[in-house]
Nanobody, 120 residues
């Protein structure tokens, strides 16, 4: 069994910063990659950023230059540093991780989501 537990969401004024964390626990053989999605009310869930085991990163165009994804492999944790927040960043943020529980089985796991609200 694998669990992803997120933390760090909250209410912040426009221009402010927040740092999200997501820790994976359970039966983990290896973590292929980790990332963050977000879903605003009435909208689809969109990719925000990803990071793989080689620390290669990708970002949605809307967050490039403002958000930074990082990873602590020893702690099975991924972070999302969000700076210069805008009202349009308001959403529920979900952590995702592609995890292998043995040498031949892997799948995607999701966190429960954490609310980020940016007031203008």
């Amino acid at each position: 069994q694998v669990q992803l537990v997120e933390s760090g969401g909250g209410l912040v004024q426009a221009g402010g910063s927040l740092r999200l964390s997501c820790a994976a626990s359970g039966t983990i053989f290896s973590i292929v990659n980790m990332g963050w999605y977000r879903q605003a009310p009435g909208k689809q869930r969109d990719l925000v950023a990803t990071i793989n085991s080689a620390a290669w990163t990708t970002y949605a165009d809307s967050v490039k230059g403002r958000f930074t994804i990082s990873r602590d492999s020893a702690k099975n944790t991924v972070y999302l540093q969000m700076n210069s927040l805008k009202s349009e960043d308001t959403a529920v943020y979900y952590c995702i991780a592609r995890i292998a529980t043995n040498s031949y089985n892997y799948r995607d796991y999701w966190g429960q989501g954490t609310q980020v609200t940016v007031s203008s």
